[in-house]
């Protein structure tokens, strides 16, 4: 095996990430948590990763992506900051 380049995770993900999904479940869409993402993406805003949000409760189940004006920089603080406000596997990471 011959590599063509190397490169770290922060890196890999910043070149071949197309997308983060944010999973909220039950009562976690509400107001207050709704401003917690907005506290939480903005420093990372005017990137080229889409973000979407995945909800989903007993009736039903939806994903809704945010406004161009919430793509993000797909950072590693990013990353961190929203799965130490989330459980880790609410935080996804789509590549293509």
Same mark, same amino acid.
């Given at each position: 095996?011959?590599?063509?380049?190397?490169?770290?995770?922060?890196?890999?993900?910043?070149?071949?990430?197309?997308?983060?999904?944010?999973?909220?479940?039950?009562?976690?869409?509400?107001?207050?948590?709704?401003?917690?993402?907005?506290?939480?993406?903005?420093?990372?805003?005017?990137?080229?990763?889409?973000?979407?949000?995945?909800?989903?409760?007993?009736?039903?189940?939806?994903?809704?992506?945010?406004?161009?004006?919430?793509?993000?920089?797909? &950072?590693?603080?990013?990353?961190?900051?929203?799965? &130490?406000?989330?459980?880790?596997?609410?935080?996804?990471?789509?590549?293509?």
């Amino acid at each position: 095996m011959v590599a063509d380049q190397l490169m770290n995770l922060a890196a890999a993900r910043s070149r071949y990430a197309r997308g983060v999904r944010i999973n909220l479940n039950g009562e976690g869409a509400n107001a207050a948590n709704a401003g917690k993402l907005k506290t939480l993406l903005a420093p990372y805003c005017n990137g080229q990763i889409q973000v979407m949000v995945r909800y989903r409760n007993g009736d039903a189940e939806c994903e809704m992506p945010l406004g161009d004006a919430w793509k993000v920089k797909l &950072d590693d603080g990013l990353v961190s900051s929203l799965k &130490d406000w989330l459980k880790p596997e609410n935080v996804q990471v789509l590549y293509n």
